[in-house]
């Protein structure tokens, strides 16, 4: 049974940081790409960043580059989302989800919720001004 399980989510102030984790059970997570989505109240699920499964190609929403980092631990079976200069309309439920596709390597790919196998249930960040 694959698990996704999102913790490290929280209440910080503008400007501050918040690291996520994404701890991956029931696959073999060195095959899968992994990404991070959220969703803001009243609105759609957005994709956030993508890792590839080597770690080699990263991709990041224009609205979080420079301030959000992905990374992936193989031997931990974990991938991170670390969250600087924290805005109030980063304010969402972050999702992380695994990708088998390793034909495909693009944003465009990774953009797509629909390419994504697994999802975890959640984790609630909140940016207060």
């Known amino acids: 049974q694959v698990q996704l399980v999102e913790s490290g989510g929280g209440l910080v102030q503008a400007g501050g940081s918040l690291r996520l984790s994404c701890a991956a059970s029931?696959?073999?997570?060195?095959?899968?790409?992994m990404g991070w989505f959220r969703q803001a109240p009243g609105k759609e699920r957005e994709f956030v960043v993508a890792i590839s499964w080597s770690g080699g190609s990263t991709y990041y929403a224009d609205s979080v580059k420079g301030r959000f980092t992905i990374s992936r631990d193989t031997a931990k079976n974990t991938v991170y989302l670390q969250m600087n200069s924290l805005k109030p309309e980063d304010t969402a439920v972050y999702y992380c989800?695994?990708?088998?596709?390793?034909?495909?390597?693009?944003?465009?790919?990774?953009?797509?919720?629909?390419?994504?196998?697994?999802w975890g249930q959640g984790t609630q960040v909140t940016v207060s001004s």
């Open positions: 029931g696959l073999t997570f060195s095959s899968y790409a």
């Open positions: 989800a695994a990708d088998q596709g390793r034909a495909y390597d693009s944003k465009a790919y990774y953009k797509m919720m629909r390419n994504y196998d697994y």
